[in-house]
């Protein structure tokens, strides 16, 4: 089993729907983040968590919500999907702010 | 300026020659920096990270980094064409425990 498993793999959405992405991890890291990727723009962060009682937005949050329901889950919601949301997203893991990030296999999210 | 730049590419390289990358950012006070590869439609994978100035070495892979200089460096020895892929740099900011990514170069290794 993957470490770092994010559900749905892919998705098609109409404009407006909410949905919602899901992530667990069986690694015991604390710190989880969600990420963005767009061709050409590299990976950009939405929201990260460095424990269940601490959420904090990142450069790109609007639009966007996220619960930490447990250590291990961290899930990222689209209140009313608009077709910019299209993109690869991925959630993330790490132990501490000097180790590299452990990522699940991404959600391709099409919004239509 | 972005937080963290690459070159787009594509690099083209030869198989069995040196791939070279590179990464400029913009915090002085960053303090870590990771090399992640990326194939189509997968997640990125770390292979590299670095700390302190100068050459660390993994394998086929050398970090380089230059603190003065702003920059980072990853060279990939006897490419093969399985290095084929897109190269993340990531830093490590000194405000945040979190990530910036650069845009990615992407490397193809010619048999």
């Known amino acids: 089993d993957a470490d770092v498993t994010q559900t749905p793999r892919n998705r098609i959405t109409k404009t407006g729907k909410r949905i919602m992405l899901e992530c667990s991890q069986t690694?015991?890291?604390?710190?989880m983040y969600w990420y963005r990727q767009d061709p050409g723009l590299g990976l950009r962060l939405i929201y990260y968590?460095?424990?269940?009682?601490?959420?904090n937005k990142g450069e790109i949050s609007d639009g966007y919500s996220v619960s930490r329901q447990a250590q291990a889950k961290f899930s990222l919601s689209l209140e009313s999907a608009i077709p910019n949301q299209t993109a690869l997203y991925f959630c993330?893991?790490?132990?501490?702010?000097?180790?590299?990030?452990?990522f699940g296999s991404g959600t391709r999210l099409t919004v239509v | 300026q972005k937080e963290v730049e690459q070159n787009s590419g594509p690099l083209s390289v030869p198989e069995g020659a040196i791939a070279s990358l590179n990464c400029t950012y913009s915090?002085?006070?960053?303090?870590?920096f990771f090399w992640y590869r990326q194939y189509s439609g997968k997640s990125p994978e770390l292979i590299m990270f670095?700390?302190?100035?100068g050459d660390k070495e993994d394998g086929r892979f050398t970090a380089q980094l230059n603190k003065a200089s702003q920059y980072v460096s990853l060279l990939i020895r006897d490419s093969q064409p399985s290095d084929s892929a897109t190269y993340l740099c990531?830093?490590?900011?000194?405000?945040?425990?979190?990530?910036?990514f650069g845009g990615g170069t992407r490397v193809l290794v010619k048999p």
């Open positions: 990531a830093v490590n900011k000194a405000a945040g425990n979190k990530l910036t």
């Open positions: 993330a893991t790490s132990v501490s702010g000097d180790a590299g990030y452990t």
């Open positions: 670095i700390y302190s100035n």
């Open positions: 690694k015991g890291h604390d710190r």
């Open positions: 968590s460095f424990d269940v009682k601490d959420i």
């Open positions: 915090d002085r006070g960053s303090q870590s």
